[in-house]
Protein backbone atom coordinates (compact mmCIF):
# COMPACT_ATOMS: atom_id res chain seq x y z
CA UNK A 1 0.00 0.00 0.00
CA UNK A 2 1.30 3.42 -0.83
CA UNK A 3 -1.29 5.45 0.87
CA UNK A 4 -4.44 5.31 3.68
CA UNK A 5 -7.26 7.62 3.56
CA UNK A 6 -9.16 7.65 6.49
CA UNK A 7 -12.14 8.55 7.78
CA UNK A 8 -12.89 8.90 11.62
CA UNK A 9 -10.00 7.08 12.12
CA UNK A 10 -8.46 6.42 15.25
CA UNK A 11 -7.52 3.00 16.73
CA UNK A 12 -5.88 4.72 19.51
CA UNK A 13 -8.88 5.57 21.11
CA UNK A 14 -11.26 2.80 19.82
CA UNK A 15 -9.89 -0.09 18.75
CA UNK A 16 -12.72 -2.86 18.37
CA UNK A 17 -9.62 -4.99 17.30
CA UNK A 18 -8.01 -3.09 15.10
CA UNK A 19 -4.46 -2.65 16.83
CA UNK A 20 -2.96 0.71 16.48
CA UNK A 21 -0.05 -1.08 15.92
CA UNK A 22 -0.78 -2.51 12.77
CA UNK A 23 -1.11 0.70 11.58
CA UNK A 24 2.32 1.36 12.92
CA UNK A 25 4.07 -1.61 11.15
CA UNK A 26 2.37 0.39 7.78
CA UNK A 27 3.90 3.74 8.67
CA UNK A 28 7.63 1.98 9.54
CA UNK A 29 7.30 -0.23 6.25
CA UNK A 30 6.53 3.38 4.08
CA UNK A 31 2.85 3.72 4.25
CA UNK A 32 1.37 7.83 4.19
CA UNK A 33 -1.61 8.21 6.07
CA UNK A 34 -4.57 10.73 5.39
CA UNK A 35 -6.56 11.07 7.91
CA UNK A 36 -10.28 12.90 7.75
CA UNK A 37 -11.30 14.05 11.54
CA UNK A 38 -12.19 16.74 13.37
CA UNK A 39 -10.09 16.56 15.90
CA UNK A 40 -6.24 15.92 15.65
CA UNK A 41 -6.22 12.53 17.32
CA UNK A 42 -3.12 10.38 19.19
CA UNK A 43 -3.19 8.21 16.27
CA UNK A 44 -2.58 10.75 13.74
CA UNK A 45 0.32 11.96 15.63
CA UNK A 46 1.52 8.77 15.74
CA UNK A 47 1.07 7.99 12.42
CA UNK A 48 3.03 11.39 11.01
CA UNK A 49 -0.61 11.57 9.20
CA UNK A 50 -1.83 14.24 6.61
CA UNK A 51 -4.46 15.77 9.18
CA UNK A 52 -7.49 17.41 7.50
CA UNK A 53 -9.80 18.83 10.10
CA UNK A 54 -13.26 18.16 8.55
CA UNK A 55 -16.44 19.04 9.82
CA UNK A 56 -18.49 16.43 11.49
CA UNK A 57 -20.85 14.43 9.86
CA UNK A 58 -19.54 15.77 6.35
CA UNK A 59 -17.61 13.17 5.25
CA UNK A 60 -19.51 12.04 2.17
CA UNK A 61 -19.43 15.66 0.94
CA UNK A 62 -15.94 15.14 0.69
CA UNK A 63 -15.69 11.58 -1.08
CA UNK A 64 -18.30 13.08 -3.69
CA UNK A 65 -15.96 16.07 -4.54
CA UNK A 66 -12.94 13.58 -4.87
CA UNK A 67 -15.11 11.59 -7.22
CA UNK A 68 -16.30 14.69 -9.20
CA UNK A 69 -12.31 16.11 -9.57
CA UNK A 70 -11.17 12.33 -10.65
CA UNK A 71 -13.71 11.85 -13.05
CA UNK A 72 -13.09 15.35 -14.68
CA UNK A 73 -9.44 15.75 -13.88
CA UNK A 74 -8.87 11.63 -15.40
CA UNK A 75 -6.92 12.21 -19.31
CA UNK A 76 -6.52 8.78 -20.93
CA UNK A 77 -7.70 6.75 -18.40
CA UNK A 78 -4.76 8.57 -15.88
CA UNK A 79 -7.01 8.43 -13.04
CA UNK A 80 -9.62 6.24 -13.26
CA UNK A 81 -9.18 2.65 -13.41
CA UNK A 82 -11.83 1.87 -16.60
CA UNK A 83 -11.51 -1.83 -17.26
CA UNK A 84 -12.45 -2.39 -13.72
CA UNK A 85 -15.55 -0.34 -14.18
CA UNK A 86 -15.98 -1.59 -17.46
CA UNK A 87 -16.11 -5.42 -15.79
CA UNK A 88 -17.27 -4.93 -12.68
CA UNK A 89 -19.43 -2.20 -11.89
CA UNK A 90 -23.04 -1.52 -12.88
CA UNK A 91 -24.44 2.01 -12.38
CA UNK A 92 -21.63 4.23 -12.91
CA UNK A 93 -22.90 5.57 -15.87
CA UNK A 94 -25.75 5.31 -18.58
CA UNK A 95 -23.92 2.82 -20.51
CA UNK A 96 -23.54 0.63 -17.36
CA UNK A 97 -27.29 0.26 -15.65
CA UNK A 98 -28.75 -3.12 -14.42
CA UNK A 99 -31.25 -4.43 -17.02
CA UNK A 100 -34.04 -4.28 -14.88
CA UNK A 101 -33.48 -0.98 -13.61
CA UNK A 102 -36.44 1.53 -13.82
CA UNK A 103 -34.99 5.03 -12.91
CA UNK A 104 -32.75 6.50 -15.20
CA UNK A 105 -30.17 7.92 -12.78
CA UNK A 106 -26.44 7.02 -12.53
CA UNK A 107 -23.41 8.60 -10.41
CA UNK A 108 -21.19 9.71 -12.96
CA UNK A 109 -24.18 12.08 -13.85
CA UNK A 110 -25.04 12.43 -10.25
CA UNK A 111 -22.21 14.17 -9.84
CA UNK A 112 -22.34 16.18 -12.68
CA UNK A 113 -25.40 17.85 -11.38
CA UNK A 114 -28.09 16.20 -14.00
CA UNK A 115 -30.81 15.73 -11.52
CA UNK A 116 -30.14 18.34 -9.31
CA UNK A 117 -28.68 21.11 -10.80
CA UNK A 118 -25.48 20.47 -8.66
CA UNK A 119 -21.95 20.20 -9.34
CA UNK A 120 -20.29 18.08 -6.68
CA UNK A 121 -17.35 20.06 -7.36
CA UNK A 122 -14.58 20.94 -4.60
CA UNK A 123 -15.65 24.27 -4.36
CA UNK A 124 -19.35 23.02 -3.64
CA UNK A 125 -17.70 20.57 -0.93
CA UNK A 126 -15.34 23.20 0.47
CA UNK A 127 -18.61 25.02 1.73
CA UNK A 128 -20.16 21.85 3.32
CA UNK A 129 -17.13 20.59 5.18
CA UNK A 130 -14.83 23.26 5.40
CA UNK A 131 -11.76 21.92 3.72
CA UNK A 132 -11.05 21.05 0.36
CA UNK A 133 -10.71 18.23 -1.53
CA UNK A 134 -7.57 18.26 -2.20
CA UNK A 135 -6.39 14.72 -2.40
CA UNK A 136 -8.28 13.29 -4.95
CA UNK A 137 -5.10 12.60 -7.32
CA UNK A 138 -3.79 10.68 -4.80
CA UNK A 139 -7.07 8.01 -5.23
CA UNK A 140 -6.01 7.59 -8.76
CA UNK A 141 -5.41 4.00 -10.39
CA UNK A 142 -1.31 4.18 -10.40
CA UNK A 143 -0.95 3.99 -6.50
CA UNK A 144 -2.23 1.25 -4.33
CA UNK A 145 -4.37 3.20 -2.06
CA UNK A 146 -6.30 2.01 1.21
CA UNK A 147 -10.11 3.90 1.55
CA UNK A 148 -11.14 3.20 5.29
CA UNK A 149 -13.87 4.72 7.10
CA UNK A 150 -15.03 3.96 10.95
CA UNK A 151 -18.77 3.49 11.84
CA UNK A 152 -18.58 7.28 13.39
CA UNK A 153 -18.02 9.01 10.14
CA UNK A 154 -22.11 7.37 9.41
CA UNK A 155 -23.75 7.92 12.86
CA UNK A 156 -25.51 10.98 11.66
CA UNK A 157 -28.24 12.25 9.65
CA UNK A 158 -28.36 11.55 5.90
CA UNK A 159 -25.32 9.31 5.73
CA UNK A 160 -27.21 6.15 4.80
CA UNK A 161 -24.84 6.22 1.18
CA UNK A 162 -21.46 6.94 3.02
CA UNK A 163 -20.64 3.35 2.47
CA UNK A 164 -22.12 2.82 -1.05
CA UNK A 165 -19.89 6.11 -1.82
CA UNK A 166 -16.51 4.92 0.06
CA UNK A 167 -16.84 1.87 -2.48
CA UNK A 168 -17.29 4.09 -5.31
CA UNK A 169 -13.95 6.10 -5.05
CA UNK A 170 -12.48 3.04 -4.47
CA UNK A 171 -13.78 1.60 -7.40
CA UNK A 172 -13.16 4.03 -9.81
CA UNK A 173 -9.52 4.09 -8.87
CA UNK A 174 -9.22 0.21 -9.20
CA UNK A 175 -8.56 -0.31 -5.69
CA UNK A 176 -10.73 -3.12 -4.96
CA UNK A 177 -9.51 -7.26 -5.25
CA UNK A 178 -5.70 -6.66 -5.95
CA UNK A 179 -2.91 -6.05 -3.23
CA UNK A 180 -2.22 -3.41 -1.36
CA UNK A 181 -5.53 -1.84 -2.29
CA UNK A 182 -8.93 -2.47 -0.16
CA UNK A 183 -12.19 -0.48 0.66
CA UNK A 184 -13.88 -0.81 4.29
CA UNK A 185 -14.92 -0.07 7.59
CA UNK A 186 -12.25 -0.33 10.16
CA UNK A 187 -14.28 -1.89 12.99
CA UNK A 188 -14.16 -5.36 14.96
CA UNK A 189 -11.34 -8.08 14.42
CA UNK A 190 -11.15 -7.44 10.50
CA UNK A 191 -7.85 -5.76 11.02
CA UNK A 192 -8.82 -2.72 8.62
CA UNK A 193 -10.10 -4.47 6.23
CA UNK A 194 -13.68 -5.23 6.60
CA UNK A 195 -14.12 -5.21 3.11
CA UNK A 196 -15.13 -9.00 2.34
CA UNK A 197 -17.45 -8.76 4.95
CA UNK A 198 -19.41 -5.54 3.01
CA UNK A 199 -20.78 -7.63 -0.51
CA UNK A 200 -22.65 -10.82 0.25
CA UNK A 201 -24.82 -13.14 -1.40
CA UNK A 202 -28.15 -11.90 -0.98
CA UNK A 203 -31.27 -14.20 0.25
CA UNK A 204 -34.39 -15.38 -1.51
CA UNK A 205 -36.27 -12.79 0.45
CA UNK A 206 -38.14 -9.72 -0.49
CA UNK A 207 -34.92 -7.74 -0.90
CA UNK A 208 -32.53 -10.76 -1.77
Same mark, same amino acid.
Given at each position: ????????????????????????????????????????? #???? /??????????? &?? +???? $?? *??????????? #???? /??????????? &?? +???? $?? *?????????????R?????????P??????????A??????????????L????????????????????????????????????????????N???????????????
Amino acid at each position: CDYVVAFGYNPAWAALGNATNYAVEWKNAGVKFIIFDPIYT #DSAS /ILDAKWIPIRP &GT +DMAA $MM *AMAYVMLEEDK #DGSL /IDWDFLDRCCL &GQ +DKDH $MP *ADVKEDENFFDYLRGEYDGVLKTPEWAEEITGVPAGVARILGKDNNVAILSSWASARTYDTDQLPQTAICLGAMGGHIGKSGNCVGPTAWNHTNNFGPRLVKVGSAGPNG
